[in-house]
């Protein structure tokens, strides 16, 4: 048997030991795996409790069981869900049955979505905020990921699509018809008004996502600046606990140090780095040398200060750099050099002073970078790029008019055609086989 028709089965919940694990099996034998683990079927979509047991009748466990007849289930075809406790070897000896079954095997990552795709339960766009939704850390992730599964921008890409078929149907039809290959005005005048809607629409949709496409691994914050400020002391309290190692040497941090942060729903990345100084320690340097380098790439620095220290030294990229004076609780630093900074903030790390403005400041920052979120319908690069396909396509449809209708329907088609792989209808099996395989197994 083809492995596209084999019955595929994982460990769809977390890893073992947990509570209660679920497996789920997807295939034309889901059926006849589940009688002969469970013996009698539930009533489809409803819950029963069965002693399972394995071919030679010997007990497995005491579980629940589902079973979803197909096409009415989440990948399209026949579903048979086993909830049971999730031991390792519960787990093992339910897989062990059920792989004794003929023309079954072990799904690949994402192979459960990727058939729910190709049964037409899901297109490309909603299998990506799939996938996006099991890894959202953070509420905004999570919302704009369920957005996207529900299907807002794929059904927005759909109906550009039909629109834009319609549009070519009247240019072609025009074409057809006229001898000279002039397409009248009355079928070229509605066509043009559709593309330049069409073109409105999807530039509309582009403008408006912002940074929304890094949501997904969140912004990245360097805490960064001379010896001895507090640096270490500061990531700790941001995490929350000690992160990093504190001392009163100078020179202390020399790895780069990060945190996950989720503030206010928005995933933040936060690193310590080496204070930047000239040394002459061989692994100092190298800190320092990678604490320049992932400032430099950073979306914001705070550049730390403490009292007698200035401000100087701080990079001048492209990334905002707030100074936070640090240590207030010793009294007042050096006068922070006001030119070319973007905020400055006054803090004790230590006593905590001043933090609370500071957070909610990254909030604020966040909440910028990111664009309110709830309107950004596109969320990788792969979307944002197909759909500047379309918009350009469109555009140069509507430059070549004069040269002549053929040159505006093979416009549109590409425009189309950048619809289409949007979608996922069109694509090649490799360019769905790189997508699908960076999704979880049991998904
Ligand atoms: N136990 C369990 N929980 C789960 C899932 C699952 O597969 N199993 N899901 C897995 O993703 C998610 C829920 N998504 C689902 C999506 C579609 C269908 C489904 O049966 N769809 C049918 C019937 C639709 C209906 O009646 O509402 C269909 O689309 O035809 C089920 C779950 C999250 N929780
Ligand atoms: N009084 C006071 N001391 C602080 C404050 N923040 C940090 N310190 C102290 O300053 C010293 C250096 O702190 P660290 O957090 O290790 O400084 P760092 O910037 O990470 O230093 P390096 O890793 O060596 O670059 C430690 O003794 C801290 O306890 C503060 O707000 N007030
Ligand atoms: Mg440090």
Request: charged content about 25%; aromatic content about 4%.
């Amino acid at each position: 048997m083809h492995p596209r028709e084999q019955t595929i089965f994982a460990l769809s919940s977390g890893r073992p030991p947990s509570a209660i694990a679920v497996v789920r099996v997807s295939g034309s034998q889901a059926n006849q795996i589940l009688a002969a683990l469970a013996g009698k079927l539930p009533a489809p979509r409803l819950a029963g409790r069965r002693l399972l047991r394995d071919v030679a009748g010997r007990p497995i466990d005491d579980a629940v069981v589902l079973w979803f007849p197909g096409p009415a289930s989440a990948t399209g075809e026949d579903v048979a869900e086993f909830h049971v406790h999730g031991g390792r070897a519960v787990l093992s000896a339910l897989l062990a049955a059920i792989s004794a079954i003929p023309n079954t095997r072990a799904a690949e990552p994402g192979e459960f979505t990727r058939r729910a795709f190709e049964n037409g339960k899901l297109d490309l766009t909603e299998a990506e905020g799939l996938d996006d939704l099991i890894h959202a850390d953070t509420d905004r992730q999570r919302r704009q990921a369920l957005r996207q599964l529900q299907g807002l921008l794929g059904n927005r890409a759909r109906d550009w699509r039909e629109r834009i078929i319609e549009a070519s149907a009247l240019i072609e039809a025009g074409i057809d018809f006229s001898d000279e290959g002039d397409v009248p005005a009355e079928l070229m005048a509605p066509a043009l008004k559709m593309i330049r809607a069409l073109h409105g629409e999807i530039t509309e949709v582009l403008a408006a996502q912002g940074h929304a496409e890094r949501l997904r691994d969140g912004l990245v914050v360097a805490i960064a600046g001379p010896p001895n400020v507090g640096k270490s002391t500061l990531i700790n309290q941001l995490a929350r606990r000690e992160v990093a190692i504190v001392s009163p040497h100078a020179g202390t941090t020399r790895d780069v140090i990060e945190v996950q942060l989720d503030l206010d729903g928005y995933p933040v990345t936060v690193i310590d780095t080496a204070g930047i100084r000239e040394t002459d320690d061989p692994v100092e340097q190298e800190g320092v040398r990678r604490a320049r380098a992932r400032a430099a790439d950073a979306d914001l620095v705070l550049w730390l200060t403490g009292p007698g220290v200035d401000a100087e030294g701080r990079p001048v990229g492209t990334a905002p750099v707030w100074v936070v004076r640090n240590k207030i609780d010793l009294g007042e630093g050096a006068p922070v050099a006001e030119a070319a900074v973007d905020r400055t903030f006054a803090i004790s790390a230590r006593r905590g002073d001043g933090l609370a403005e500071l957070i909610e400041a990254l909030v604020g920052f966040a909440g910028e970078f990111f664009g309110t979120g709830e309107g950004a319908l596109v969320t990788r690069a792969r979307q944002r790029e197909l759909l500047r396909q379309a918009a350009d396509g469109l555009q140069r449809g509507l430059i070549l008019v004069k040269d002549g209708e053929e040159l505006v329907a093979e416009e549109l088609r590409a425009a189309a055609y950048a619809l289409g792989r949007l979608l996922g209808r069109v694509d090649v099996e490799d360019v769905l086989g790189a997508i699908f395989q960076k999704f979880c197994i049991g998904k």
